[in-house]
Nanobody
Framework: QVQLVESGGGLVQAGGSLRLSCAAS????????MGWYRQAPGKQRELVAV???????NYADSVKGRFTISGDNAKNTVYLQMNSLKPEDTAVYYC?????????????WGQGTQVTVSS
């Protein structure tokens, strides 16, 4: 059974930093990509950043230059370093892991961690 354990959310003042982590376990498939999404109240879930197993990254325009995604393949863990946080970054942040079985892809979501940025 696949498990994604997220940590690192919390309350921070504008301009501050937080680091999220997400550790994946329980699958015999290879990880193809890991990423972070967020959902603010009344809004749709959106991509924040994603990193492929090869190390390629992609960021939402709104976080470029402030957030950095990284991964530890040995630990099946993905991190999101968030700097210069803004009140509009307030949301529930969800980890997503995509596995490749050799013939198909399957994705899983974490339970979410709250990030609140006060002005």
């Amino acid at each position: 059974q696949v498990q994604l354990v997220e940590s690192g959310g919390g309350l921070v003042q504008a301009g501050g930093s937080l680091r999220l982590s997400c550790a994946a376990s329980g699958s015999t498939f290879s990880i193809n990509a890991m990423g972070w999404y967020r959902q603010a109240p009344g809004k749709q879930r959106e991509l924040v950043a994603v990193i492929s197993s090869g190390g390629g990254t992609n960021y939402a325009d709104s976080v470029k230059g402030r957030f950095t995604i990284s991964g530890d393949n040995a630990k099946n863990t993905v991190y999101l370093q968030m700097n210069s946080l803004k009140p509009e970054d307030t949301a529930v942040y969800y980890c997503n892991v995509r596995y490749y079985s050799g013939s198909y892809y399957v994705g899983y979501w974490g339970q979410g961690t709250q990030v609140t940025v006060s002005s």
